[in-house]
């Protein structure tokens, strides 16, 4: 078993990072630390994707001197959506960080639990 | 305490700089404020005087409100509880995707379950039928479409919310508040405007041109070569981000404001809406085609992909500046 | 090849860890620009240039500079404490004796 | 191909124009788009949906030029096309009841973007509940996310700021569990496209390889969507979320952008993985306990409650319960018991959020439940839609939830067991607070305020609140007298639908 999580090194650490990411996510108290964490989280499903279409021995999918078979390339489905995906993530940092200037603005801090304890003793 | 000497003479030196610089700018800052200096005071003195006192006041707030949230019934005990069953979710989250990973065939192998004929048609067939050279291209904006399609849309979304969230319009007054700290706030960047820095200036003057061709090589060869409208939109967005920094946002209102945005992307959003529109249609409907493919490799090839790339490659490059000066400024 | 790959996996590996742990927000948003950068070495190694271009351009670069000007909104970054330390070491320097008695 | 085929598609692409088009335009043109783009949906999805109940069928619509493993492409047939206008009519009263008290509560150089949102939310539930594709699912379910983050901040106050940056942090959690669930499900099928998926996933299921893959791929899956849709453990954000946006945005979140989601998962259960198979799973127990769980959790709450509106947001809580511990009891029935209660539950949720606000705003701008006393005399249409929203959710017969609970009881009866005794309980216990606390609130709308007889007075209501009530009222009243007619045309879409 151990073995087998050694062959499969990049998918065992996309899980690590999938792991660390969403333990930032839920235990850091600091948004900007949350953001992160979820960017990271992010990735590391990419790079789980993108691992598992990487074959030995094969290149780049862009077609060279005409030759197309199976056999010269690389699969290219999961670069295709992790490109999709990573516009995706740079969309939500960009909307969570916006958030988080104007909350920032409000409140003169970061802190999730503070800002909303804070909110709670505002008027309805 | 066992700072060597000289270790705090250089935060000393260091601190008198940043001060000095700062200085130039408070003196705009209290200026408006019309504060009279005290008796035996030099200019200079009172506008960090006034500066320490606002700091100081600014900061016993937020002391008094911590203080207060912390004497409010924060449990420990519920906090405590909450990063056990956290760390428990994370621990089983771990041990079942690893098992998970365990139970994949090896990694590089050809074996795997993805490589079927789904990936097998686009490599063999994806530069005839697309007419891309790039397959990853040709896969993202022919074959998959839709989902491009809706990756896009999730830019523009971001987008909006963004610039809902930020941008300031000195029409409202209801907000006017926001937009007054936002604008007077201490180390906002109209202060900093505009600041002619010559080292900076003559980088970007030469970077700018560099960069942004670069971006539009990778756009305008997103068939052919890796990259394609989204890297190269990020790259040319890069680009003015650089110019705007050096010279000032005075300087790029001269070919770039809110208006110049709204409508490249609102042009580029729906031709590329529009030629989708298109290809779905006579797809669905088995019509042929009539946009030609031309010769794979060539420049002017593979049908709508150009188009596509194109288009978004502006609204990558719009969106991106966008983001930037309403993080920096509240507007475009 | 492979001993370079595992290398940078590694690296990540701590990036990510490092980038939870410190305390410094600017330290952690410079360490996760290197996270974005490495990210893009290993889309590289893993034959996706295409990614490993739009990583470096939209990780390293667009997401790092937002980072960089929240990070400039909410004062993180500015040297206003430093200042004022040393702004009140001078003033002790300057009527040292009586404060000194005083303490 | 008849023309009548390519119309789900012309809705999707002519609402992305729509809201693309709208980021140039005033207030008013973008208001105006909206309603056309709502109105030019629901007679575009009628179409279908009649072309579908004729033809009894569902049929595969190709999204470009290539057939279904390599090609986009969504699906059409009478669950979905029922289902969505449904949906359609409720985002049409929900914009008309909120219009005028929307304009006053957002800043007026915004306003478009709001109507944007409003589109962007329209058009990602017409995505998701078309999509055959898994992927094509995810980017939907971000535009969806982000669209209603926007909404749920409308207001721009403190508390609706926190509120979504609450809503933001579960449901990206979420989404990238969904996302990570469909990465290893895409690695372990090889396909992305739903029936393909499925093939793959019988036959691995035949051979009892990758047990616990797939058993984690469903419960990552189903965590991730009951994180978005506020199933009981994840709900703490929901009602901050839902009582702090603007009348139509709250009418939305409660009754689209959650309902997209179930819509979402009751298709990954049914047509991707099997129900047999998720069965097999044991992931079906789990969510019937936290439903049930949900159901009571959630009445307690909304009995505590000192706003309306944070007590209507509970009993949200509850009725994803009821939606979630129907789908747990696994069988055919409790799907359909899902199915029915999403339609129903999304009708009269969006119909008390919108009085609840007319209520509130009649009588002086209040939020607390106490202050409705006597604002039947202040609004009385206001208060009947509240009324009738009310006793629906109470379980009157005839109306509408009774039919959810009833479909419910006898398909926990057919299982029997715990399953049985649990279901009766939470049924019943639920019930009974939801009847403590609709008609405590119902029956103090109707006594008159002695002490302060001025405000007895009634309050006009504009042209636009009193056409989306009656709307919803009429809307509610269709789908109780005629649930055994979509009932059954339910019935028949579901065993199409997989």
Known sequence: MLSKLLTNYEETVAVILFCIGFSTMLLNKNLLKKIIGMDIMDTAVYLFLASQGYIKGRTVPIVVDGIQSVEAYINPIPAGLVLTGIVVSVSVSALMLALCIRLYYRYNTLNLDEIIALAGKEEV | MATPEWFGKFKHRMAEIVETENDVLERDMVRSQEIEPEKGETEEEMYRRIRLEQEKQEEEEIAKRLHEWNSRNVSKVSRGVYCALCVLICVTMIALLMYTVTTLPSFGSPDHPINNEVSARYIEKGLQETGAVNIVTGMILDYRAFDTLGESTVLFTAAMVVLFLLRLDSGSEKYSQLARSMKEAPHADNFYEPRHDAILQMTAKILTPIIILLGIYVVLNGHLSPGGGFSGGAIMGAGLIIYVTAFGFADIRRFFTYKTYQRVVLCALLTYAASKCYSFYTGANGIHSIIPLGTPGAILSSGLILVLNICVGFIVTCTMYAFYAVFRKGEV | ?103 | MQFVQNFPFFCILLTLMGAVASSVMNSRMARRTTLFLILADLAMNVSVMIYTLQTGDSYAYKMGHFPAPWGNEIRVGVLETVSLTVFLLVILFAFLGGMRKSEKEIEPTKYNIYCILTDLVMLSLIALVYTNDMFTAFVFIEINTLAAAGLVMMRQGGRALVAGVRYMMMNLLGSSLFLIGCVILYTITGHLLMVNIRESVAALAATGQYHVPLTVVVSLISVGLAMKCALFPFDKWLPAAYSNSTPTGSAMLSSIVSKGYIFLLIKVYVRVIGFDVIRSLGICDVLFIFGAIGMVAGSVNATRAKTTRMMVAYSSVAQIGYIFAALGLGSEMGVMCALWHTLAHSATKSMLFISAHTLDHASGDTHLRKDLRGAFYRSPLAAAAFTLGAVNLVGVPLLSVFITKVTMAQAAIQIGGRHTVIALCALAISTLLNAKYFLGTTMQMYIPDHEHPERNAKVKINFYAALGLIGFIALNLTLSFFAQGIFGALLDGLARFA
Not at chain 3, 37 to 59: C, F, K, Q, R, Y
């Open chain 3, 1 to 103: 090849m492979t001993f370079v790959t595992q290398l940078m996996l590694l690296f990540l590996i701590v990036c990510a860890i490092a980038v939870c742990l410190t305390r410094n927000l600017l330290t952690s948003v410079i360490i996760y620009m290197g996270y974005s950068m490495i990210m893009s070495i290993i889309w590289i190694t893993l034959e996706s240039p295409d990614l490993a271009i739009t990583e470096a351009a939209v990780g390293a670069g667009i997401t790092s500079l937002l980072f960089f000007l929240t990070l400039k909104k909410i004062h993180a970054i500015d040297a206003r404490n430093e200042v004022r330390r040393a702004h009140e070491q001078a003033q002790k320097e300057k009527n040292g004796g009586a404060d000194d008695g005083n303490a």
